[in-house]
């Protein structure tokens, strides 16, 4: 080979090692990362792993959110019509969260089947339901109606 | 009757951009000066029926024209008026149309702004933006027309514009960003252009550079407004999210600034050809793809408000057109592309290449994370999403790279340069950046990781570095440092600024990343705490109503080291027409740290939930995003580009004569 072509080679080697090196770092750094989102129903059938970080999400069950009076806990369950999951979570609620609304908890299921919820996420639309969610819901055959103002031609 | 107009404005507008893709294109194809000469009426009569069309949509707005469906879901007579004219852009529709108009302004611009153009570049790179107009007015007028009505049941009282969207930052926010999504539009046509004649030269990236850094620096400002507004309206204090939305900005700007470097290159050395090309073209994919992502509702995401699968449609099949039709030419163009210069391994275009590498490097960690989540859906393997500490693990690394070489970029010569030189001049700032940023973290190590030290060190490695630079070429020759710092190029001082702007913003991310402290609180009456220096008493809420809401507003005093120091008021809104609850923090902002205050629910006995955050440098994150920004405009202004194209049009004109 002549010296030229085996500069050459040597450059392409170079970048095809950097390249691999660093999609593969990519790759473990986004397996590390990815948060699966399970449904009620899911739940139930005790198909989410424990202590690993997982979303859940469904409608906040109506008369479910208990407050405790000394802190800022505070616990709740979301359904997806089918089955409810009971989540706990310390720390300020979103804007939108009520009884009766769409949200998605991240965090961890405890042995007790509780999800220790340490973000609840709730969107600013109310009509807005988190696609997850309504794909729980569709699945289970309870979509609710939107309830806010909507004007359709 | 009025909105009708407004259709029939757009249709023609439509009409007009068809002609405007087909008529110069072939002009400059077949080498026909009059069939060209009419691009400049042809894209101003675009712009004027857009515009037109606009402030119909305006006016429907300013008069509550409920019949009309978009205004209905968008407005309410109890808006402030100033917040009817923003929500014209506040749903899907009208912010295409704002999308149509500011092509349709740049796209006139250009047309304008280029005399100095050759008439076959003007004719081709008009032709392109007529195809991109053609696109999305069509977009616009088959899938989301903002003029729908509501006949015969017109609505007496409008929904409302969503609260959130009900602030000055989301006023300007999205035409800043449009503009520099659309602007992009812009190198893209040059670089087809430049790919359809056969002249890549050094040229063409002289013609594109200013255009370029015009919609970088409006693009880094909308991201920088974003940033801003999540922090005080949305986020409860924080700037940024990691939001495949928020993501899908941060993708056209990253390869955007790296574009702008290419160009940079390809200007100077005329090197780097190909390469800035495939930038231009996939600065605008992403920005498309952006839209697409945004528009599509395929997210999961604060912006996500409705979903149309029709329009995802629509927008990746114009995506893959774009992206399949460019990169058909390209491949096609390329391999006649030739590098008029070489250079050496150590060289101020070698740094340019890491900078290249580096930032598309960025761009694709951040592509991949944020669409591996959408791809495992459409493969029906599951509900996943990628979490923030994937975009640090990767985003923070690579960024410290990219500015530890850009402080040796700043310093190294074009061409070749001896590497003993370059050592010496960077030994004594790399020793004096490390003692500097530990000195200055040695006040306060608490919370500090390697990162903080890592980024206040590079922020003070990039101020000393441009420091050097600025003496290497004060000190030149015999004149006054004064003559010679006024001698300087407004470009040179354009990329200082932009340069010092990513230091800013470094020392930003750094310090409130570790030092910022954050307590969720139940607060009765009375009740006291304290954050760093600063002490909370709360003292209760009160009942207020406003124009279109009501809102319990809570009183806080704060003072500084036992002194009363300041009152605080946050507030809690509930916008009666779509029962929608916002928060709205308050805060007492300053230039070392933030204080933010927020009110979360009632709680019994008159106790709320209160968020209580000292956020330190924060405000150096959007400072850094304005240098930023105020950089490129600058480098974009110098008079050289207009100088320079005038004396090349002169020469050609001796060349004919």
Not at chain 2, 600 to 605: I, M, V
Not at chain 2, 627 to 650: H, I, N, S, V, W
Request: glycine share 10%; charged share 15%; proline share 5%.
């Amino acid at each position: 080979m002549n010296p030229k072509r085996k500069k050459r080679l040597m450059i392409v080697l170079f970048i095809v090692a950097g390249v691999g090196v660093s999609v593969g770092l990519t790759l473990y750094a986004l397996s590390q990362n990815i948060n699966l989102f399970y449904s009620p129903t899911q739940i139930a059938k005790g198909e989410a792993p424990l202590n690993t970080r997982i979303r859940a999400g469904g409608m906040v069950v109506e008369g479910s959110v208990k407050r405790d009076p000394k802190s800022l806990k505070v616990e709740f369950a979301v359904t997806d019509f089918e089955n409810s999951v009971p989540i706990v979570y310390s720390g300020i609620l979103p804007d939108l969260f009520r009884e009766g609304q769409g949200i998605v908890a991240q965090g961890e299921m405890d042995a007790e089947g509780k999800l220790q919820a340490v973000e609840v996420l709730a969107k600013h639309d109310e009509n807005y339901m988190p696609p997850e969610v309504a794909e729980a819901l569709e699945k289970a055959g309870k979509m609710p109606k939107p309830q806010g103002q909507e004007f359709n031609k | 009757m009025i909105p009708e107009l407004g259709t029939y404005a757009l249709t023609l507008a439509l009409c007009l951009s068809v002609l405007l893709a087909v008529i110069p294109l072939i002009g400059a194809q077949a080498g026909n000066l009059l069939w060209i000469s009419f691009s400049r009426p042809l894209a101003t009569g675009v712009f004027a029926f857009t515009a037109i069309s606009f402030v119909i949509l305006t006016h429907a707005f300013l008069v509550n024209d409920f019949s009309v469906s978009y205004v209905a879901n968008n407005s309410n007579t109890a808006l402030p008026w100033f917040y009817r004219i923003s929500a014209v852009w506040g749903g899907h529709e009208g912010s295409l149309l704002l999308w149509v108009l500011t092509l349709a302004g740049w796209t006139v611009a250009v047309a304008w702004k280029s005399r100095d153009l050759p008439a076959d570049i003007l004719g081709r790179v008009m032709g392109v933006m007529g195809i991109v107009l053609t696109g999305f007015m069509m977009f616009v007028l088959f899938t989301s027309s903002p003029f729908e009505r509501l006949l015969p049941n017109a609505p007496v009282q409008g929904a409302d514009l969503n609260p959130l969207l009900q602030d000055i930052g989301l006023i300007i926010h999205p035409p800043m960003l449009y503009m520099g999504y659309v602007g992009f539009s812009v190198a893209f046509a040059f670089a087809i252009a430049a790919l359809l004649s056969g002249r890549l030269d050094a040229a063409w990236a002289r013609w594109s550079r200013p255009w370029t850094n015009v919609a970088w620096a409006f693009l880094t400002l909308g991201i920088a407004l974003g940033s801003w507004w999540a922090y005080y309206e949305l986020g409860w204090g924080g700037w940024w999210f990691w939001d495949p939305v928020e993501n899908a900005s941060l993708m056209p700007w990253l390869v955007g600034t790296a574009l702008v470097h290419s160009l940079a290159v390809t200007e100077k050395r005329g090197v780097f050809k190909s390469w800035t090309v495939l930038l231009a073209i996939f600065a605008f994919s992403l920005s498309l793809l952006g839209t697409f992502l945004v528009r599509s509702g395929v997210l999961t995401s604060v912006h996500a408000f409705a979903s149309d699968p029709e329009r995802g449609f629509f927008l990746l099949m114009f995506l893959a057109i774009t992206v399949g039709g460019s990169l058909l030419l390209y491949s096609f163009r390329a391999s006649e592309v030739k590098s008029e210069s070489s250079f050496s391994l150590v060289s101020r275009e070698t740094m340019l290449l890491v900078n290249n590498v580096l930032l598309t490097v960025i761009c694709f960690t951040v592509l991949l994370g944020t669409l591996y989540p959408l791809f495992v859906d459409a493969m029906g393997l599951g509900k996943l999403s990628v979490g923030p500490p994937y975009f640090n693990a990767l985003t923070m690394p690579v960024g410290a790279l990219l500015m530890f070489f850009l402080g040796i970029g700043a310093v190294t010569r074009w061409r070749r340069q001896d590497l003993g030189s370059l050592l010496k001049q960077l030994i004594a700032p790399i020793i004096l950046a490390v003692v500097l940023g530990v000195g200055t973290l040695s006040f306060r190590t608490e919370g500090a990781t390697v990162w903080t030290y890592v980024g206040v060190i590079l922020a003070y490695w990039l101020l000393l570095m441009a420091l050097t630079d600025m003496l290497n070429r004060v000190r030149r020759r015999g004149s006054s440092v004064w003559e010679n710092l006024r001698k300087l190029p407004r470009s040179y001082y354009g990329m200082q600024f932009a340069h010092l702007g990513v230091a800013v913003l470094a020392v930003g991310i750094a310090m409130v990343s570790a030092f910022d402290e954050q307590r969720d609180l139940r607060m009765a009456p009375g009740d006291k705490e304290t954050v760093g220096n600063y002490t909370f008493i709360f003292e209760g809420a009160k009942h207020f109503e406003g124009p279109n809401y009501t809102s319990d507003i809570g009183t806080l005093r704060v003072f500084y080291k036992g002194e009363p120091y300041d009152v605080m008021y946050p507030e809690k809104r509930l916008y009666t027409a779509r029962g929608i609850v916002m928060t709205e923090a308050a805060l007492d902002p300053g230039l070392f740290r933030d204080l933010y205050v927020a009110l979360g629910e009632e709680l019994e006995n008159g106790a709320w939930a209160i968020r209580l955050q000292f956020k330190p440098y924060v405000r150096w994150l959007w400072l850094g995003g304005l240098m930023m920004t105020f950089g490129g405009l600058l480098a974009a202004t110098d008079p050289r580009y207009r100088k320079q194209a005038r004396r090349e049009q002169k020469k050609m004109e001796a060349a004919r004569a």
